[in-house]
């Protein structure tokens, strides 16, 4: 699909183009005094994929201007396999909103994932200037 959206008429992606799978074990170094991951190593990756969904839904660099909600579900450890998994929630003239939802599970077992945590954060594509640019708009899944 083109995104070409120079020539009038606004280009748009479906959610799906831009979606992003980020898959990361946890390791000791991850940890805080209690033995969990660290909400910052969560956060981090959780920031990571809500990025690179934006940047793929803006056809190139887009910028975190806030993390509009986040939510720890529950705690995660050593030995997990995080799973990120960021959507493009909504487009608008410069800027977009990611929803990320994070699952933990045993990386030698095979056991059901949990709920870790969840996040919403707002993106602005940018320029080589660093100016806001338009993006495309966002298809109905």
């Given amino acids: 699909m083109t995104t070409d959206i120079t020539a009038g008429t606004r280009a748009h992606k479906a959610p799906a183009d831009s979606r992003v799978t980020l898959a990361h074990i946890m390791s000791d170094h991850d940890t ?3 033995g969990t991951i660290h909400g910052g190593v969560v956060m981090k990756l959780i920031d990571d994929a809500a990025a690179a969904a934006a940047g793929r839904h803006a056809d190139g660099p887009a910028v975190t ?3 509009d909600r986040m939510t720890f579900r529950s705690p995660a ?3 997990d396999l995080l799973t990120v998994h960021a959507t493009l929630d909504r ?3 410069t800027s977009m909103t990611v929803a990320v939802r994070v699952t933990a599970e045993r990386w030698n ?3 059901p ?3 870790v945590a969840d ?5 602005v594509a940018v320029d080589a200037e660093g ?3 338009p993006v495309p708009g966002l298809l109905e899944d």
């Fill in 32 to 34: 805080n005094l209690y």
């Fill in 65 to 67: 201007v806030s993390v």
């Fill in 77 to 79: 450890r050593a030995g």
């Fill in 91 to 93: 487009a608008g003239r």
């Fill in 109 to 111: 077992a095979n056991t």
């Fill in 113 to 115: 994932a949990t709920e």
């Fill in 119 to 123: 996040a919403r954060l707002s993106f």
């Fill in 131 to 133: 100016r806001p640019r």
